[in-house]
């Protein structure tokens, strides 16, 4: 876990910690007032809850993995209209569509600022690591080193990072031999001296680009002597594998001499280096056991994916394709943090300590983290979010993160990118880009792109920040071939790819908010976060088409910037406290209320007029009532006004209540900016964020024709009431094939299908995996859905038609289950049921199935525990259903996984609620362990309803006349009957389980009926 405790106060809760048993306290930060521990899982809520008792406590977040976002765009050939451009390449100007640095007027200052091209600054690239043998991340536009610090941030221990190796075994030079499992036994040759030694196992990458091919020979089976001089703190590596380290030069950590050793030797006749560039790092002394047990660990740094190394070169590239075109900020320096592991993604620990270490330690003016993942509550108020900022205020350097990939639904905004006082980037793209790295066709000149995440925060917040261009042609590996869109129609040399996300959108970001820290350093002007916050707000460019709550203040403008950069630009701080209604809104810090206006929930419909107070509190500047203009920007529909004056006075820390009325005059999400301004200063003061929804009833049936264009979306809001057995929606009406999709946006904001682009599509790799034209979303959570529609890149159709049909489905069995006390082996037992149809209209039928063997319980979990159930799993198992739900304490989020015998993931249900299901079909006979995580317990314990059973026809069969139609109208009834016939006697402990449903013509179930047998005899 890790602890925000207020500055200054760390050391009562790390002794609260340690003194737990088995507890490890791994780090603190007293200044920043930061701890970070493990304790047992069967102590930890316990000590979570000691700790939270501390008045010093602020914030408790647990260890969690991140995933990594996929960037790559995997795109195949299409009809969509092949790109005219040709491939980048050293001719290629420095204002381009390829990395449209220019978009942000990033090209045009360093034009008119030659000297202010990044030069002076520092950028920390937090991130999987930057390729240190690329050339276009060699030099400085001055001819300095470009990258002068590269770090891994992942804990040595914690982490289970293999590219950190413990330095336990001591050895003495002129020779030593080691005997292991997997060597056998090696002498090697060694310098006079005594020594640490460990191997490096090539395997350690298997989860990262490498795949365990650590030197491109061909094989994930290498190993590599690691020999560490304690009292010289060098470290050599055995690379050419000859087990003598005489002939392997001494290193130290890169930022000492710059020393870079290579695993795989380069063949110069090909376009791909055969070899991957490593530094060394060590840290001494690191506790690694719960009994206190300390070491040296060695770390071999390599990158763990192309997604850093394109991050930087966006950033700070100079001389791509060695020719004029450039990332945004050619002259600025890099510090490369590698945060990630090698199990596709970053734990939120590693990227909190490494964000510590690279503001703290390292340097750096600004940092660049485009990782973040998407919590059900992102209200930006956890122990990482406080930090962020503190960070921010207490050192002075900005954070620059992206907004997240899980767009187009709103309230999709990612953490840490929410975070207060970060710069959060929404990703764009000009029709340009989308010719010359896609070669796809469109006619809006510019517009967000449709995966980036979009605000507001679930406490109404103002998020994303601003947005910039989201797609760029930049560096990657160098030991990889290029990598461009195949529609593009050309091809790319090793170390250049395509890349897309937020994750392309926030360097660019950083890279030009680098350009004005250059240029202020220059004339001696003191930019503070702040300021520079304020002159990238105040004149970003509104994005036609696009609301606030999608682009925020909306795209970067670094020429007008700097007018406002150099005119002082300033701004009080402020406290906002506005209405929020929202499906989570009583689990907001404030219930009910937050950091902007926030009417998800609330019926407004078209036509009507609603009043909303919202409260601001001026907590910075004179000590005087001072007059303030309040103005709304980009107000979507002119659904927003001002009650009364549009001037208010704000004294110092005294709230004032200004009344805001929303008039929508049509369905569907509308947005605006609320600003602030004292005009005596420069910038934009304040921007509040507000946002209504209007949406439609659905009762029971809700249809929608229209058309979308290539790359673009159309969303729908749709109000769903309580007490639903399914919630489908289908779409048809397509062109002959249109690659169109849907995506439904449960209320809590979170995605229910996957978002990235090769899925769910018609007409597109069969859905890959996602059902492409109608699915189902069992016991849908009531309240205000966001359903998407949205054609693909690669679609034939510029238009494209569709007709969305979307339809509540519930049918009430009566009893629920019926239970048959005794039944004989092969003697069929029958079943009857009244069946009351409460939702849409359906022509339907009954279906049977194998039976199942149950387990049934209502057990209780606590905030942070993990309960396991293991299940044997017999051969010809047809499927393994897991289900858990009806929890006492409804704001309760548990995480559902199954795991296979060999500890595989197998299934898993986490989508921000409590009522998760899985299914694994056909499943392989063996042991299944079923794991119930309460990732948030409010209360701190919640009861829920448990089952698990495993259907085979080896155990019996329910079955029903599936020929028979049933046809019922919303209120109607009827009589439905099966028949249950047990084949074996029940498994010990668990109970013989069978089930009918009612489903509609396409297969979606209306309801669910069970057969209990709670007896078999021979």
């Not at 640095?101 to 202010?116: L, M, R, W, Y």
């Not at 995440?453 to 998020?463: A, C, L, V, Y």
């Not at 921000?912 to 794991?931: H, K, L, M, R, W």
């Given at each position: 876990m890790m602890?925000?405790?207020?500055?200054?106060?760390?050391e009562q809760v790390?002794?609260?910690?340690?003194a737990?048993?088995?507890g490890?306290?791994g780090?603190?930060?007293?200044?920043?007032?930061?701890?970070r521990?493990?304790?047992?899982?069967?102590?930890?809520?316990?000590?979570?809850?000691?700790?939270a008792?501390?008045?010093s406590?602020?914030?408790?977040?647990?260890?969690?993995?991140?995933?990594?976002?996929d960037?790559?765009?995997?795109?195949?050939?299409?009809t969509?209209?092949?790109?005219?451009?040709?491939?980048?390449?050293?001719?290629t100007?420095?204002?381009?569509?390829?990395?449209?640095?220019?978009?942000?007027?990033?090209?045009?200052?360093?034009e008119d600022?030659?000297?202010?091209?990044?030069?002076?600054i520092?950028?920390g690239?937090?991130?999987?690591?930057i390729?240190?043998?690329?050339?276009?991340?060699q030099?400085?536009t001055?001819?300095?080193?470009?990258?002068?610090?590269?770090?891994t941030?992942?804990?040595?221990?914690?982490?289970?990072?293999?590219?950190?190796?413990?330095?336990?075994t001591?050895?003495?030079g002129?020779?030593f031999?080691?005997t292991t499992a997997?060597q056998?036994?090696?002498k090697?040759?060694?310098?006079?001296g005594?020594?640490?030694?460990?191997?490096?196992?090539?395997?350690?990458?298997?989860?990262?680009?490498?795949?365990?091919?650590?030197?491109?020979?061909?094989?994930?089976?290498?190993?590599?002597?690691?020999?560490?001089?304690?009292?010289?703190g060098?470290?050599?590596?055995?690379?050419?594998?000859?087990l003598?380290?005489?002939?392997d030069?001494p290193?130290?950590?890169?930022?000492?001499?710059y020393?870079?050793?290579?695993?795989?030797?380069?063949d110069p006749?090909?376009?791909?280096?055969?070899?991957?560039?490593?530094?060394?790092?060590?840290?001494?002394?690191?506790?690694?056991n719960?009994?206190?047990a300390?070491?040296d660990?060695?770390?071999?740094?390599?990158?763990?994916?192309?997604?850093?190394?394109?991050?930087?070169g966006?950033?700070?590239?100079?001389g791509?394709?060695?020719?004029?075109?450039n990332?945004?900020?050619?002259?600025?320096?890099?510090?490369?943090?590698?945060?990630?592991t090698?199990?596709g993604?970053?734990?939120?620990?590693?990227l909190?300590?490494?964000?510590?270490?690279?503001?703290?330690?390292?340097?750096?003016?600004?940092?660049?983290?485009?990782?973040?993942?998407?919590?059900?509550?992102?209200?930006?108020?956890?122990?990482?979010?406080?930090?962020?900022?503190?960070?921010?205020?207490?050192y002075?350097v900005?954070?620059?993160?992206?907004?997240?990939?899980?767009g187009?639904?709103?309230?999709?905004?990612?953490?840490?990118?929410l975070?207060?006082?970060?710069?959060?980037?929404g990703?764009?793209?000009?029709?340009?880009?989308?010719?010359?790295?896609?070669?796809?066709?469109?006619?809006?000149?510019?517009?967000?792109?449709?995966?980036?995440?979009?605000?507001?925060?679930?406490?109404?917040?103002f998020?994303?920040?601003l947005?910039a261009?989201?797609?760029?042609?930049?560096?990657?590996?160098?030991?990889?071939?290029?990598s461009?869109?195949?529609?593009a129609?050309?091809?790319?040399?090793?170390?250049?790819?395509?890349l897309?996300?937020?994750?392309?959108?926030?360097?660019?970001?950083a890279?030009?908010?680098?350009?004005?820290?250059?240029?202020?350093?220059?004339?001696?002007?003191d930019?503070?976060?702040?300021k520079l916050?304020?002159?990238?707000?105040?004149?970003?460019?509104?994005?036609?088409?696009a609301?606030?709550?999608?682009?925020?203040?909306?795209l970067?403008d670094?020429?007008?910037a700097?007018?406002?950069?150099?005119?002082?630009?300033?701004?009080h701080?402020?406290?906002?406290?506005?209405?929020?209604?929202?499906?989570l809104?009583?689990?907001?810090?404030?219930p009910?209320?937050?950091?902007g206006?926030?009417?998800r929930?609330?019926?407004?419909?078209?036509g009507?007029?609603?009043?909303?107070?919202?409260t601001?509190?001026?907590?910075s500047?004179?000590?005087k009532?001072?007059?303030?203009?309040?103005h709304?920007?980009?107000n979507?529909?002119?659904?927003f006004?001002?009650?009364?004056?549009?001037?208010?006075?704000?004294?110092?820390n005294?709230?004032?209540?200004?009344q805001?009325?929303?008039?929508?005059?049509?369905?569907?999400?509308?947005s605006?900016i609320?600003?602030?301004?004292?005009?005596?200063?420069?910038g934009?003061?304040?921007q509040?964020?507000?946002?209504?929804?209007?949406?439609?009833?659905?009762?029971?049936?809700?249809s929608?024709?229209?058309?979308?264009?290539?790359?673009?979306t159309?969303?729908?809001f749709l109000s769903?009431?309580e007490?639903?057995?399914?919630?489908?929606?289908?779409?048809?009406?397509l062109a002959d094939?249109s690659?169109?999709?849907f995506?439904?946006?449960?209320?809590?904001g979170?995605?229910?299908?996957?978002?990235?682009t090769?899925?769910c599509?018609n007409n597109?790799?069969?859905?890959?995996?996602?059902?492409?034209?109608?699915?189902?979303?069992?016991n849908?959570?009531p309240g205000?859905?966001?359903?998407?529609?949205?054609?693909?890149?690669t679609?034939p159709?510029l238009?494209?038609?569709?007709?969305?049909?979307?339809?509540?489905?519930?049918?009430?069995?009566d009893?629920?289950?019926?239970?048959?006390?005794e039944?004989?082996?092969?003697?069929?037992?029958?079943a009857?049921?009244?069946?009351?149809?409460?939702?849409?209209?359906?022509?339907?039928?009954?279906?049977?199935?194998?039976?199942?063997?149950?387990?049934?319980?209502?057990?209780?979990?606590?905030?942070?525990?993990?309960?396991?159930?293991?299940?044997?799993?017999?051969?010809?198992?047809?499927?393994?259903?897991?289900?858990?739900?009806?929890?006492?304490?409804t704001?309760?989020?548990?995480?559902?996984?199954?795991?296979d015998a060999?500890?595989?993931?197998?299934?898993?249900?986490?989508?921000?609620?409590?009522e998760?299901?899985?299914?694994?079909p056909?499943?392989?006979?063996?042991?299944?362990?079923?794991q119930?995580?309460?990732?948030?317990?409010?209360?701190?314990?919640t009861?829920?309803?448990?089952?698990?059973?495993?259907?085979?026809?080896a155990?019996?069969?329910?079955?029903v006349?599936?020929?028979?139609?049933?046809?019922?109208?919303?209120?109607?009834s009827?009589?439905?009957?099966?028949?249950?016939?047990a084949?074996a006697?029940?498994?010990?402990?668990?109970?013989?389980f069978?089930?009918?449903q009612?489903?509609?013509?396409?297969?979606?179930?209306?309801?669910?009926?069970?057969?209990?047998?709670?007896?078999?005899?021979?």
């Amino acid at each position: 876990m890790m602890i925000a405790t207020a500055p200054g106060k760390t050391e009562q809760v790390a002794g609260e910690l340690d003194a737990v048993a088995g507890g490890l306290v791994g780090r603190t930060d007293d200044k920043l007032g930061y701890v970070r521990a493990t304790v047992p899982t069967g102590r930890a809520d316990s000590a979570i809850a000691a700790a939270a008792k501390l008045s010093s406590v602020q914030a408790i977040d647990l260890k969690q993995e991140i995933p990594l976002d996929d960037p790559a765009p995997n795109g195949s050939k299409s009809t969509a209209g092949k790109g005219s451009y040709p491939a980048p390449g050293k001719k290629t100007p420095a204002a381009n569509p390829y990395n449209p640095s220019f978009e942000t007027g990033a090209v045009d200052f360093v034009e008119d600022h030659p000297k202010a091209d990044g030069r002076g600054i520092t950028i920390g690239i937090l991130d999987s690591g930057i390729d240190l043998g690329h050339p276009a991340l060699q030099k400085t536009t001055t001819g300095e080193r470009k990258i002068v610090d590269w770090v891994t941030a992942t804990d040595p221990v914690a982490d289970g990072d293999g590219t950190w190796r413990r330095m336990t075994t001591g050895v003495s030079g002129p020779s030593f031999s080691i005997t292991t499992a997997s060597q056998g036994t090696e002498k090697f040759t060694a310098p006079e001296g005594s020594y640490k030694f460990n191997y490096m196992y090539e395997s350690a990458t298997a989860g990262g680009d490498e795949k365990g091919d650590l030197n491109r020979d061909g094989d994930t089976t290498d190993a590599w002597g690691v020999l560490y001089d304690p009292a010289a703190g060098t470290v050599r590596v055995d690379t050419n594998d000859n087990l003598d380290f005489t002939d392997d030069t001494p290193m130290k950590p890169y930022k000492d001499d710059y020393q870079v050793g290579y695993f795989g030797t380069d063949d110069p006749a090909t376009d791909v280096a055969e070899r991957v560039p490593f530094v060394v790092e060590t840290r001494k002394d690191v506790v690694y056991n719960s009994s206190g047990a300390k070491a040296d660990y060695v770390n071999i740094g390599v990158i763990e994916s192309e997604h850093g190394t394109h991050v930087a070169g966006i950033t700070a590239a100079n001389g791509l394709f060695g020719g004029r075109m450039n990332g945004a900020a050619p002259g600025a320096k890099l510090v490369s943090s590698r945060a990630c592991t090698w199990s596709g993604g970053c734990t939120n620990v590693a990227l909190t300590e490494g964000m510590i270490d690279l503001v703290t330690k390292r340097g750096v003016d600004i940092v660049n983290m485009s990782i973040g993942g998407l919590p059900a509550l992102n209200d930006g108020n956890n122990a990482r979010a406080e930090l962020y900022a503190r960070l921010i205020d207490t050192y002075g350097v900005q954070l620059v993160i992206s907004a997240g990939n899980s767009g187009p639904g709103a309230n999709t905004i990612g953490d840490p990118g929410l975070a207060d006082k970060v710069i959060s980037v929404g990703a764009a793209i000009s029709k340009d880009t989308w010719a010359a790295n896609y070669g796809s066709v469109v006619k809006k000149k510019y517009a967000m792109m449709p995966f980036s995440s979009r605000g507001p925060r679930e406490d109404g917040g103002f998020t994303p920040t601003l947005t910039a261009p989201g797609a760029a042609i930049n560096t990657t590996q160098t030991w990889l071939p290029g990598s461009p869109v195949a529609e593009a129609g050309y091809s790319l040399p090793a170390g250049y790819s395509m890349l897309q996300g937020t994750s392309m959108a926030s360097p660019q970001a950083a890279g030009a908010s680098a350009l004005l820290l250059s240029a202020a350093r220059q004339k001696g002007i003191d930019l503070t976060p702040a300021k520079l916050r304020t002159a990238l707000t105040s004149t970003a460019h509104h994005i036609k088409g696009a609301q606030a709550y999608e682009e925020g203040a909306g795209l970067i403008d670094i020429v007008d910037a700097w007018d406002a950069v150099k005119d002082d630009a300033t701004a009080h701080d402020y406290t906002v406290k506005a209405p929020v209604d929202t499906a989570l809104d009583s689990s907001l810090k404030t219930p009910g209320f937050g950091t902007g206006l926030y009417d998800r929930e609330g019926g407004l419909k078209a036509g009507e007029k609603k009043t909303y107070d919202v409260t601001i509190t001026r907590t910075s500047g004179p000590d005087k009532t001072v007059r303030h203009e309040l103005h709304f920007e980009n107000n979507a529909g002119g659904t927003f006004r001002i009650v009364g004056d549009d001037d208010v006075r704000l004294p110092l820390n005294q709230p004032v209540t200004v009344q805001v009325q929303a008039a929508p005059k049509s369905a569907g999400i509308k947005s605006a900016i609320l600003e602030v301004d004292d005009p005596r200063t420069e910038g934009v003061d304040k921007q509040i964020l507000s946002t209504v929804v209007v949406a439609a009833p659905v009762k029971y049936t809700y249809s929608a024709s229209d058309s979308v264009q290539r790359n673009s979306t159309r969303s729908y809001f749709l109000s769903v009431p309580e007490g639903a057995t399914s919630l489908e929606v289908a779409i048809g009406g397509l062109a002959d094939k249109s690659q169109t999709r849907f995506i439904a946006i449960h209320p809590y904001g979170v995605p229910s299908d996957n978002t990235s682009t090769p899925y769910c599509y018609n007409n597109y790799l069969d859905g890959n995996g996602c059902k492409p034209d109608v699915r189902s979303y069992a016991n849908p959570q009531p309240g205000v859905w966001e359903v998407e529609v949205e054609s693909r890149r690669t679609s034939p159709l510029l238009d494209n038609p569709y007709q969305l049909d979307i339809t509540v489905l519930g049918a009430a069995f009566d009893p629920e289950t019926v239970t048959v006390p005794e039944a004989k082996v092969g003697t069929p037992a029958t079943a009857s049921w009244k069946v009351t149809n409460k939702y849409a209209a359906l022509d339907g039928k009954l279906t049977g199935g194998p039976l199942g063997s149950a387990k049934t319980a209502r057990p209780a979990i606590k905030q942070g525990e993990t309960q396991t159930t293991t299940v044997e799993v017999p051969a010809g198992t047809t499927s393994l259903d897991v289900a858990i739900g009806r929890v006492s304490d409804t704001a309760a989020d548990l995480d559902l996984t199954v795991y296979d015998a060999s500890g595989k993931q197998v299934a898993q249900s986490a989508d921000g609620d409590s009522e998760e299901a899985v299914s694994v079909p056909s499943p392989a006979a063996g042991t299944y362990t079923i794991q119930v995580a309460g990732y948030s317990v409010p209360s701190g314990s919640t009861d829920y309803d448990y089952r698990d059973v495993f259907f085979s026809s080896a155990l019996g069969a329910v079955t029903v006349d599936g020929s028979a139609p049933v046809k019922l109208d919303t209120g109607a009834s009827a009589t439905v009957t099966g028949q249950v016939t047990a084949a074996a006697q029940a498994p010990a402990g668990r109970e013989f389980f069978g089930r009918v449903q009612l489903v509609n013509a396409r297969g979606t179930v209306a309801g669910t009926a069970n057969v209990k047998i709670e007896k078999v005899t021979p």
